[in-house]
Antibody
Framework: QVLLVQSGAEMKKPGAAVRVSCKTS????????IHWVRQAPGQRLEWMGW????????KFSEKFQARVSITRDTSATIVYMDLTSLTSEDTAVYFC???????????????WGQGTLVTVSS | EVVLTQSPATLSASPGEKATLSCRAS??????LAWYQQKPGQPPRVLIS???AGATGSPARFSGSGSETEFTLTIDGLQSEDSAIYYC?????????FGPGTRVEIK
């Protein structure tokens, strides 16, 4: 069974950084890209970026390019998303999601992690 | 960036009825469009990919159609558990983008 299990909720102050992890299991970790998508309250889903887990190549939305990084630990089959310089507008649920098949770089997402709430407040 | 618009914003229908949800793209995305269902407190679940291909585990009452800039998700025979928000997503162009969603309410 393919599972993506994310780290727990975070509370951060403006200007801080956050790391969200996505522990994967049940499939060949190196063959499927992992994406990060966020959902702010009352807003549409927003794609942030993607990592080719096999070679660590990344691609980001221009909106987040300067503040986001995505890395992976192949031995632990975990993907990390770091977001810096947080503001209240970064308050959102952050999801990791896997590409649906090997080599699918631009695709839909299936399955998804359960989501991690990041709250940014002074 | 490809902007997706969805209509209606909210749809209210009775069990057994047919629901038709629309997604319009600002540019041609060919058949590279997916539909998701999201219930409160849960991540989205893919229902349809490649505009019309049913996802594994997606009930047969969900079907998708369309191409280029006009797409439709049809729920044929609404059930109470279909109460959710439905999103479309294009994966033809970077950045990948989502529509604002259609809320489906079951009377």
């Amino acid at each position: 069974q393919v599972l993506l299990v994310q780290s727990g909720a975070e509370m951060k102050k403006p200007g801080a950084a956050v790391r969200v992890s996505c522990k994967t299991s049940g499939y060949d970790f190196n063959n499927y890209p992992i994406h990060w998508v966020r959902q702010a309250p009352g807003q549409r889903l927003e794609w942030m970026g993607w990592i080719n887990v096999g070679n660590a190549d990344t691609k980001f939305s221009e909106k987040f390019q300067a503040r986001v990084s995505i890395t992976r630990d192949t031995s632990a089959t975990i993907v990390y998303m770091d977001l810096t310089s947080l503001t209240s507008e970064d308050t959102a649920v952050y999801f990791c999601a896997r590409a649906p098949y090997v080599g699918a770089f631009s695709s839909w997402f299936d399955p998804w992690g359960q989501g991690t709430l990041v709250t940014v407040s002074s | 960036e490809v902007v997706l618009t969805q209509s209606p914003a909210t749809l209210s229908a009775s069990p057994g009825e047919k629901a038709t949800l629309s997604c319009r793209a600002s540019q041609n995305v060919h058949y590279n469009l997916a539909w998701y269902q999201q219930k409160p407190g849960q991540p989205p679940r893919v229902l349809i990919s490649s505009a019309s291909a049913g996802a594994t585990g997606s009930p047969a009452r969900f079907s998708g159609s369309g191409s280029e800039t006009e797409f439709t998700l049809t729920i044929d025979g609404l059930q109470s558990e279909d109460s959710a928000i439905y999103y479309c997503q294009q994966y033809n162009n970077w950045p990948l983008t989502f529509g604002p969603g259609t809320r489906v309410e079951i009377k």
